[in-house]
């Protein structure tokens, strides 16, 4: 039995003895770099991906990196390729892969958006709110997300996910606002939040 | 059925949602090959947290902060702007207890801490200056309320309250949870689902059960605190009209339960205040959702209601400040006017535009049981118009057997020690 089956067998008895938490030590950007090397395989290097279907996760919020994470490991948030590199990350590790990839920079590859998506976009994301919690410039804050140069098959994969209601989220926030997205309306704003720069 | 529960749970904001995929998930692995008929499309209710926007307020940028899950160290924060009474000093007595939430003592000196969005309940040993964090139970479903009494820890969860006997010579094996009481839940409400948990001078646990939204009608088991003896598994209801309330103590004097309450949200920056409430006889009712803070009819749901029908608060503590746990003084440590004083965490305001709060306050009653607010614990809140804020939020304070007291910190993972020294 693996670490990640014994501990999910213990927390299926509701029980977790003899665990001791280490304490908490400062996020260290280094040792972040060292434990990423498996990450960017799928995430390219410095954590700016090349495929579409896979997220950017440089210059995304430090808290937005390690909740996702922590998410992961803890069976809430799943994905056959990420919960097993998550199974066995401690918080430490968390805050570390965290540190490292928020201070990374984001040079998204040129995504072409004609005036037109762009336009629509603009208007859906201000109609729809993106830009209360995920910032004007939908660079994300704290829990919350960076939009601005994802990858746009990841980004239309998790508003389908939420309007579906299969996608993690941790308070209903965005399985209520993909509601009233069309199809149409997703496409529209992945091409669109891609192209931000 | 362990994935219908799980996505009820997580998404509290869509219970109805997603409970109809639930079950088609349920129904589609145990009839594979005959699908059941597409669900119609059921229109996700907002979050909670949103529930009683108006329109207008649809594009306000105000929202809940949430915790740092995986802790912060505390070589990371800001202590020297933390600010105490002169002859108090402040330390780190605890650090890596991610999300701790409300604090219990044992017997023989362990502290227990709980966790709300988590699922984790953690026991913290001083072993000769150093503290030992284990985390002592896990998979638990919002395990917000710990009490413990003659050996025995108490858990509330959101939908039960277990008993863990002998817990302290068993820190390392637990023994099963034992169901005190179970189906507190029935709904798997949105909103307040989380309990505190304290066991009065009667021996009876006392817990809350939350409005299950930001200004709804609740039903008869919500928005109230009520008590269940241990021993025979009792019920009974001992105050309405309770919107949320995660914490209360009693007058070591008068026996008499005080506790703090959260107010409803988007009315405006300055109204209304949460508050501090004393429950002096059976069926008190405070107001929810008709009236709030005593003197203030709820615009919708005050229609045809006057606030004489309601219990006012004993002390108005300010608008969003969060008030949560909170404990009469009746250490030894501290200067005599701190005898009987009410220690307050407010966790802090989010619902507001100017935040307030994220510190430890006192409120001092004097002999004609007039209660008086006073600053005590500052120096979180380091950007009232910042977002965040705040670097630390208060959760709940615990009076330790020297006198000292504990502030457990969920925004960090990180539990203080408050002491005094002439």
């Known amino acids: 039995m693996n670490l990640s089956k014994r501990i999910a067998a213990f927390a299926t008895a509701g029980l977790l003895a003899g665990a001791t938490a280490c304490p908490a030590l400062a996020a260290d950007a280094a040792a972040g770099m060292q434990k990423a090397q498996v990450c960017v395989v799928c995430h390219g290097p410095e954590g700016v991906s090349g495929n579409p279907a896979v997220p950017s996760i440089a210059a995304q919020p430090a808290q937005f990196i390690a909740t996702q994470l922590l998410m992961y490991r803890e069976g809430r948030r799943k994905d056959a390729q990420m919960s097993p590199f998550a199974a066995n990350l401690t918080n430490t590790d968390l805050n570390n892969l965290a540190a490292y990839f928020t201070a990374q920079k984001l040079t998204p590859p040129a995504a072409a958006v004609d005036a037109a998506a762009a336009e629509g976009g603009a208007r859906l994301s201000q109609q729809h709110n993106c830009v209360q919690c995920h910032g004007p410039a939908l660079l994300g804050q704290q829990h919350i997300p960076r939009l601005a140069g994802q990858q746009r098959e990841y980004l239309k994969t998790q508003l389908r996910g939420f309007k579906a209601a299969t996608r993690f989220d941790m308070d209903g926030q965005m399985t209520s606002a993909a509601q009233p997205l069309s199809d149409a309306d997703i496409d529209i704003l992945a091409n669109y939040f891609a192209g931000m720069r | ?422």
């Open chain 2, 1 to 422: 059925m362990q994935v219908s529960i799980r996505l009820k749970q997580l998404h509290p904001g869509f219970r109805h949602g997603a409970g109809v995929l639930a079950a088609s998930l349920f129904l589609s692995s145990v009839w594979a090959q005959t699908p059941p008929p597409a669900a119609p499309a059921t229109p996700a209710a907002p979050p909670s947290w949103q529930q009683g926007r108006s329109t207008e307020q649809a594009t306000s940028t105000l929202h809940p902060f949430a915790p740092l899950f995986t802790g912060r160290a505390s070589s990371e924060l800001p202590f020297d702007k933390l600010k105490l009474p002169p002859g108090f000093k402040i330390e780190v007595w605890a650090e890596g207890i991610p999300e701790a939430r409300s604090l219990a003592l044992g017997d023989k000196g362990t502290v227990f801490a709980g966790n709300r969005n988590l699922s984790d309940v953690y026991a913290i040993v001083d072993r000769g200056g150093k503290r030992e964090v284990k985390k002592l139970l896990a998979g638990l479903k919002a395990p917000n309320g710990v009490a413990f009494s003659k050996g025995t820890l108490f858990v509330a969860e959101r939908h039960r309250i277990t008993r863990y006997d002998g817990i302290e010579d068993r820190l390392d094996n637990p023994p099963e949870a034992k169901v005190v009481i179970d189906n507190l839940d029935p709904t798997s409400q949105a909103g307040h689902f989380w309990k505190f948990l304290a066991l009065g001078p009667d021996g009876k646990l006392y817990f809350n059960i939350g409005a299950p939204g930001n200004i709804v009608m609740p039903n008869y088991m919500q928005a109230a605190i009520h008590r269940v003896d241990p021993k025979t598994g009792i019920l009974e209801t001992v105050a309405y009209g309770v919107r949320n309330s995660v914490g209360f103590d009693w007058n070591p004097k008068t026996k008499e339960l005080w506790f703090t309450n959260h107010a409803r949200d988007w009315i405006s920056d300055d109204l209304p205040h949460d508050t501090l409430h004393r429950v002096s006889r059976k069926n008190m009712n405070y107001g929810y959702p008709f009236c709030h803070q005593g003197d203030l009819l709820d615009p919708e749901f005050g229609k045809g209601r006057t606030c004489a029908e309601f219990d006012p608060p004993a002390l108005k503590l300010g608008p969003h400040i969060a008030p949560l746990g909170m404990r009469f003084y009746s250490g030894k440590m501290f200067p005599a006017e701190y005898q009987g004083n009410i220690f307050v965490a407010m966790h802090g305001s989010w619902n507001r535009s100017t935040k307030q709060g994220y510190n430890v306050m006192r409120v001092v009653i004097d002999s004609q049981g007039k209660a008086t607010l006073k600053p005590f614990l500052d120096g979180f809140l380091t950007d009232e118009k910042g977002d965040p804020p705040m670097w630390g939020r208060p959760v709940d304070v615990l009076v330790m057997r020297d006198g000292a007291m504990l502030v457990s910190d969920d925004y960090n993972g990180i539990i203080y020690r408050i002491s005094y020294k002439k």
